[in-house]
């Protein structure tokens, strides 16, 4: 009986993968999204500098592993030859940064994790960023490993927003990369132990 | 129990197994607390959960050995308080290898300068 049923049933399979090709030769085009502009995102202290060293580390989403995976001189390197380090070059040695190679990648693992979304915030101007995960996360309304990490209005926050509004605002990306309590702290006594 | 918050070894030099023997070491939290630790004989430092408690992220502001030779972490870590997690041998793409304060290069000068060998 289950040999019959499997005939029957075979042959509308069949004749359904048959004209399957037909069906989909329509949609042989290419298929794009609406994103945020590469040219604001892959120069130096703008959003790709900013998730680099705010978020690529290797702790977080400088890991091969994560779904959205970051790359740079701060985490993760693209290149198998590179390692995972920044040196700013000095005499004969040669300077380590984050390579357009690397911005690229980083540009598309971050635009394709949710491309009809990030078409929709787009065709809205960014009203409502949220809309996109990785908003969600840093501005805390989601679970994230990492915490809340932004807050509506902040530097942080003002570079992604004005970054997927196509107008990308340099000088609070460069703000949020670097200008962090511990980056600015008085070098105080707190905490002195010897193990 | 002793926990640890942060915890991490450092080499006299690069890519020789070395411990960087009372290096100082600072780390300073996102609130702008810092720690200041000095590493035992094996080159090990680490903080404890009554000595300091990180707030997320934290950065190592410098390591200094006890010649004064200074380095500096430029990247932040985020959630990990193990710095072996990532600073592991060999460097490559995923890691910057082990702690070191004096890089190879730096040493082989500085014995050029000394007229010796590195």
Same mark, same amino acid.
């Given at each position: 009986?289950?040999?019959?049923?499997?005939?029957?049933?075979?042959?509308?399979?069949? =004749?359904?993968?048959?004209?399957?090709?037909?069906?989909?030769? =329509?949609?042989?085009?290419?298929?794009?999204?609406?994103?945020?502009? #590469?040219?604001?995102?892959?120069?130096?202290?703008? =959003?790709?500098?900013?998730?680099?060293?705010?978020? *690529?580390?290797?702790?977080?989403?400088?890991?091969?592993?994560?779904?959205?995976?970051?790359?740079?001189?701060?985490? &993760?390197?693209?290149?198998?030859?590179? !390692?995972?380090?920044?040196? !700013?070059?000095?005499?004969?040695?040669?300077?380590? !940064?984050?390579?357009?190679? #690397?911005?690229?990648? $980083?540009?598309?693992?971050?635009?394709?994790? #949710?491309?009809?979304?990030?078409?929709?915030?787009?065709?809205?101007?960014?009203?409502?960023?949220?809309?996109? $995960?990785?908003?969600?996360?840093?501005?805390?309304? #989601?679970?994230?490993?990492?915490?809340?990490?932004?807050?509506?209005?902040?530097?942080?926050?003002?570079? !992604?927003?004005?970054?997927?509004?196509?107008? $990308?605002?340099?000088?609070?990306? *460069?703000?949020?990369?670097?200008?962090?309590? &511990?980056?600015?702290?008085? &070098?105080?006594p707190d905490a002195s132990t010897s193990p | 129990?002793l926990?640890l918050?942060i915890g991490g070894t450092v080499?006299?030099?690069?890519?020789?197994?070395?411990p960087a023997v009372a290096a100082q070491v600072q780390i300073?939290?996102?609130?702008?607390?810092t720690a200041n630790l000095t590493t035992n004989p094996a080159g090990n430092f680490f903080t404890t959960?009554a000595t300091f408690?990180?707030?997320?992220?934290?950065?190592?502001?410098?390591v200094a050995?006890a010649?004064?030779?200074?380095?500096?972490?430029?990247?932040?870590?985020?959630?990990?308080?193990?710095?072996?997690?990532?600073?592991?041998?060999?460097?490559?793409?995923?890691?910057?290898?082990?702690?070191?304060?004096?890089?190879?290069?730096?040493?082989?000068?500085?014995?050029?300068?000394?007229?010796?060998?590195?």
């Amino acid at each position: 009986l289950k040999a019959i049923a499997a005939r029957v049933l075979g042959i509308p399979a069949m =004749v359904f993968l048959a004209t399957l090709p037909a069906a989909c030769s =329509v949609a042989q085009g290419r298929i794009g999204i609406d994103a945020p502009p #590469e040219d604001q995102f892959s120069v130096q202290n703008s =959003v790709g500098d900013y998730l680099d060293h705010r978020c *690529g580390s290797l702790d977080c989403h400088g890991q091969p592993g994560r779904n959205l995976r970051i790359w740079g001189c701060f985490g &993760m390197r693209l290149d198998p030859k590179d !390692i995972s380090s920044c040196t !700013i070059g000095s005499g004969t040695a040669q300077p380590r !940064i984050t390579t357009p190679d #690397e911005y690229h990648a $980083t540009y598309r693992s971050l635009v394709g994790l #949710e491309p009809a979304v990030m078409s929709e915030v787009m065709q809205s101007n960014a009203a409502n960023p949220e809309l996109l $995960t990785f908003v969600r996360k840093a501005r805390g309304l #989601e679970s994230h490993k990492g915490g809340r990490l932004i807050t509506p209005g902040d530097d942080q926050d003002t570079c !992604i927003v004005s970054w997927l509004q196509g107008n $990308t605002d340099m000088m609070a990306c *460069g703000k949020a990369a670097f200008l962090y309590p &511990m980056f600015l702290a008085p &070098m105080g006594p707190d905490a002195s132990t010897s193990p | 129990v002793l926990t640890l918050t942060i915890g991490g070894t450092v080499y006299a030099q690069q890519d020789k197994p070395l411990p960087a023997v009372a290096a100082q070491v600072q780390i300073v939290d996102q609130s702008g607390h810092t720690a200041n630790l000095t590493t035992n004989p094996a080159g090990n430092f680490f903080t404890t959960a009554a000595t300091f408690q990180p707030v997320y992220p934290f950065r190592v502001a410098q390591v200094a050995g006890a010649d004064g030779t200074k380095v500096n972490m430029f990247s932040v870590s985020n959630r990990e308080g193990s710095c072996a997690m990532c600073h592991f041998s060999p460097a490559s793409p995923i890691s910057p290898g082990p702690v070191f304060v004096l890089s190879t290069t730096a040493a082989a000068l500085r014995a050029q300068q000394q007229g010796g060998m590195p």
